[in-house]
């Protein structure tokens, strides 16, 4: 009688999950980290949005472009609206420029830079 040996390809159910676990484990030790960064990157890039638009304000106000709140308003709205994000710029009655970041999780991140922080001249509101 003569035996037939059959060639076995491919893995067995226990080598399978063996994988499987240890792909779990990973995972487990990866997803928490990779969330960490992006919630860092989306930080690092609502303060870089607002610190342009604030410095675009201050350019505009300063090279003579928009001497009033009522020239300025719209002109850093469009600037704003270049990111495609949502992010709103205004000067309040005081002088104050107000940048409403927009937030993919929450509600926007606004950041008051008041006028004394930008030079002597205040962006007067008419």
């Not at 484990?25 to 342009?52: M, N, Q």
């Not at 472009?65 to 710029?89: F, I």
């Not at 409403?100 to 008041?114: F, G, I, L, Q, R």
Request: charged share 25%; no cysteine; glycine share 6%.
């Amino acid at each position: 009688m003569k035996l037939i040996r059959k060639n076995k390809k491919g893995f067995t159910l226990v080598e399978l999950i063996v994988v499987i676990a240890i792909l779990a484990i990973l995972a487990l030790i990866l997803i928490p980290a990779i969330t960490g960064y992006i919630a860092k990157a989306e930080e690092s890039r609502l303060d870089s949005s607002a610190s342009a638009l604030y410095t675009q304000a201050i350019l505009l106000h300063s090279e003579g472009t928009a001497t009033t709140k009522e020239q300025l308003d719209p002109l850093l709205q469009a600037e704003a609206d270049k990111s495609g994000k949502g992010d709103t710029v205004t000067v309040d009655g005081d002088g104050n420029i107000i940048v409403a970041v927009a937030n993919s999780k929450k509600d926007p991140v606004t950041v008051t830079y008041p006028k004394n922080n930008t030079s002597d001249e205040s962006i007067p509101e008419s």
